[in-house]
């Protein structure tokens, strides 16, 4: 049997005691924490005690957090460096990319949950570095078992990101968008995929990349809606050295870095006008000019979008490009909320319960209705942060309703109060999801006097997806 790994240590550096405290308690379940109050402190204890990872504030008295950084980066530079900051300066941002080679740019306020995923990711990208330069050893002395290696862990890589990653129910809505999207995932056609955040776009982008001919070659993703004009185009598109503040090196755009692949350019609804004509450019002539740089460079990718916007709306209102529209939306996916798919959800509770240390728990009757009568209006995203926190409250290998959150409980309490003789003691799991289904929807009937567009808008359902609900499950209801 495996030992479980030793937790990696990560230094907080925050001029603030009381946001230092904050962060330590947020950290010290999964992180050995060190915490420094100044970048003359911090670096007194990187001397001393080996740091996997740094999260640095960037406004501190004295040294700012880029300095510091640009500091370990020369002393240490397999540490992962992270900046955190209440400001979105881009010159800041820049120059901690650039010249810190900083990973993680986060913005206060923070939500504990994400900062939390995002020092994981840190932790996994330290490990894969020790991973990579064991392996460029193992290349001096047996190149052909690094191939086979290498081969091996593609393998797993396509595995994990095909469609099956989308877990889904015989009936669920998602089975005829994943079917579509296979048959033309061979095909280079651009893909817009729009939801609701949360809803697994960025999965679906994934699982197509990975069945199409282009499953060889890098997959490499961008949030466009976190960072200014400035900094996107750079990122995107690259620079040359002193093509502005803070540029004191060559960069390789992501354009480049996904030659051959996929660039998948999340939250694209949310870029400005001024960009937009840049990107169509680059998408029109199949080029991009680093920043700075004299000379455009040809480029091989394939585009898969993704927004939470209506951008049909938008293109209508002159907020989005019409051409650009057209070019990424060659075929358009829209992802269903998890409201509109409770049958799913068991399934990808089963896969989180399966994946985790805890397999063989699993939730009662009671907690399950909560499960599946909430809203989520944060979707799969907000279900896994409820799920892994049952699991880590819970101490039994039953795990029940009050280890959830006050608003998933509410749900539970509004279903019992618009059907007070719900029982789930000796259902089947399809029955429970039925007649928690018929409840919500029936009680949404109630209040809206039988108004089927507005029943339709409050529960996040199209007119059709409604009439389908309304049909499998008796439902009556006046046609309005």
Known sequence: MMKPRAPLTVLVVDDEMRSLETLRRTLEED??????????????????????????????????????LRRVRVQWPETVRLILSGYTDAE????????????????KPWHPDQLLLTLKSAAELWRLQQENQRLSLELRDSPEQLVRQVASR??????????????????????????LAQKIAGHELS?????????????????????????????????????PDTLLEAELFGHKRGAFTGAHEDRIGLFQQADGGTLFLDEIGDTSPAFQVKLLRALQEGE???????????????IIAATNRDLEADVASGRFRQDLYYRIAGI??????????????PLIIAGMFKESALAGRRFSAEAMKCLVAHRWPGNVREL?????????????????????????????????????????????????????????????????????????????????????????????????
């Open 31 to 68: 992180f050995t924490v060190f915490t420094a109050l100044s970048a003359a402190e911090a670096e007194v204890i990187m001397g001393r005690e080996f740091v996997h990872i740094v999260l640095s504030d960037q406004r501190m008295p004295g040294t700012s957090g880029v300095e510091f």
């Open 92 to 107: 800041d941002i820049i120059a901690g990319i650039n010249e810190a080679g900083i990973w993680q740019y986060l913005l």
């Open 154 to 179: 593609r393998g797993r890589v396509r595995a994990r990101s095909g469609f099956d990653r989308l877990m889904r129910a015989a009936d669920s809505p998602l089975n005829g968008i994943c079917e």
């Open 191 to 227: 893909v817009l995929v729009t939801g609701e955040s949360g809803t697994g776009k960025e999965l679906l982008a994934r699982a197509i990349h990975y069945t199409s001919e282009r499953a060889e070659r890098p997959f490499v993703v961008e949030n466009c809606g976190a960072m």
């Open 288 to 302: 991009v000019r680093p920043v700075g740089s004299p000379r455009s460079v040809p480029v091989d990718v394939r």
């Open 332 to 345: 358009t996916f829209r992802m269903p909320s998890l409201r509109e798919r409770p049958q799913d959800i």
């Open 384 to 480: 896994q942060n409820e799920v892994l926190r049952a699991l880590a409250l819970g101490d039994g290998d039953v795990l029940d309703a009050d280890l959830f959150s006050a608003g998933v409980r509410q749900s539970a309490t509004f279903i019992s109060a618009a059907a007070p003789g719900f029982d789930p003691d000796g259902a089947t799991l399809k029955e429970l999801l039925d007649q928690v289904e018929a409840q919500v929807i029936d009680a949404a009937l109630r209040r809206h006097r039988g108004n089927k567009t507005r029943v339709a808008e409050e529960l996040g359902l199209t007119r059709v997806g409604l009439r389908m609900k309304l049909s499998r499950l008796g439902l009556g209801g006046s046609e309005s």
